[in-house]
T-cell receptor, first 114, second 111 residues
Framework: EAGVTQFPSHSVIEKGQTVTLRCDPISGHDNLYWYRRVMGKEIKFLLHFVKESKQDESGMPNNRFLAERTGGTYSTLKVQPAELEDSGVYFC????????????FGPGTRLLVL | GQQLNQSPQSMFIQEGEDVSMNCTSSSIFNTWLWYKQEPGEGPVLLIALYKAGELTSNGRLTAQFGITRKDSFLNISASIPSDVGIYFCAGGNTGTYKYIFGTGTRLKVLA
């Protein structure tokens, strides 16, 4: 069974540019989560999808962040325009609808905003 | 908001030594999780705890759900070089789908 995949693995952009991160969850997992870890800090929840619906987006930092999950399969997280403080590792995780505690994480996208 | 204090922040130990780390919170959780992240990878679930006082093992790893429900502990016995990584605790409550993570304990094992 393929795990959660994320693309790109690394991204270096300049302040003011736009970046789109992609996450492909494990096939059949209805729950999809985005998290972010700023260097040395905790992994912070950003938002949660159940299928294509946003269940909880309370962790999204501001309106420069837009997450979508059209069709309930893969998800994208767009940052526009990027700021320096957006740098960090963005993790995606997915879980089966009945096993929410077993969240399987992707390898993350390392974003550096210069 | 809710925060988890995880300690120590980092540890350098000799191969074969035992390791202890803990996580404390000002809030009560009914689920505690321990994850390990290796370089270039995402966190992988090691142990899940669901009941206060519960002690659960996974090989050389043992984790406990504190009686107060505000803390959890992870022990690694007889460490080996592949134990290297960052260990995260996470607390959550059934039905919220959202976990609060600690800041991580970076473990380095010297052969």
């Amino acid at each position: 069974e393929a795990g959660v995949t994320q693309f790109p693995s690394h991204s270096v952009i300049e302040k003011g540019q736009t970046v789109t991160l992609r996450c492909d969850p494990i096939s059949g997992h209805d729950n999809l989560y985005w998290y972010r870890r700023v260097m040395g800090k905790e992994i912070k929840f950003l938002l949660h999808f159940v299928k294509e619906s946003k269940q909880d987006e309370s962790g999204m930092p501001n309106n420069r962040f837009l997450a979508e999950r059209t069709g309930g399969t893969y998800s994208t997280l767009k940052v526009q325009p990027a700021e320096l403080e957006d740098s960090g590792v963005y993790f995606c995780a997915s879980s089966h609808i009945w096993g929410f505690e077993t969240q399987y994480f992707g390898p993350g996208t390392r974003l550096l905003v210069l | 908001g809710q925060q988890l204090n995880q300690s120590p922040q980092s540890m350098f130990i000799q191969e074969g030594e035992d390791v202890s780390m803990n996580c404390t919170s000002s809030s009560i959780f009914n689920t505690w999780l321990w994850y390990k992240q290796e370089p270039g990878e995402g966190p992988v679930l090691l142990i899940a705890l669901y009941k206060a006082g519960e002690l659960t093992s996974n090989g050389r790893l043992t984790a406990q759900f504190g009686i107060t429900r505000k803390d959890s502990f992870l022990n690694i016995s007889a460490s080996i070089p592949s134990d290297v990584g960052i260990y995260f605790c996470a607390g959550g409550n059934t039905g919220t789908y959202k976990y609060i993570f600690g800041t991580g304990t970076r473990l380095k094992v010297l052969a």
